[in-house]
Nanobody, 124 residues
């Protein structure tokens, strides 16, 4: 069992930056592939990014590539999402998730553990 707690969300103007954090507790964090998802009102949950347990492999959706960066600190059991050049369309609840096995899975069905989410609002 892994417990995930996100933090760092908030309100920011377009063009601004935020850094989300996801702290994990429970079973060995290092063995999990970690991902970030987001869901805006009335829209499906989007897989934004993911990172392998070593940090050597990453995935980014086209909508955030070049603007968002995922990283992890296994010593701190924490994964981060640095979000730059934020736009109003980035407004959503952002969720941290953990995948137990295999390579980076694309899509929510691969992720077993989820945080409660943190709201990111980008004003124009």
């Amino acid at each position: 069992q892994v417990q995930l707690v996100e933090s760092g969300g908030g309100l920011v103007q377009a063009g601004g930056s935020l850094r989300l954090s996801c702290a994990a507790s429970g079973r060995t964090f290092i063995r999990y592939i970690m991902g970030w998802f987001r869901q805006a009102p009335g829209k499906e949950r989007e897989h934004v990014t993911a990172i392998s347990w070593t940090g050597g492999s990453t995935y980014y959706s086209d909508s955030v590539k070049g603007r968002f960066t995922i990283s992890r600190d296994n010593a701190k059991n924490t994964v981060y999402l640095q979000m730059n050049s934020l736009q109003p369309e980035d407004t959503a609840v952002y969720y941290c998730a953990a995948q137990e096995n295999g390579g980076i899975g694309l899509g929510a069905r691969f992720y077993k553990y989820w945080g409660q989410g943190t709201q990111v609002t980008v004003s124009s």
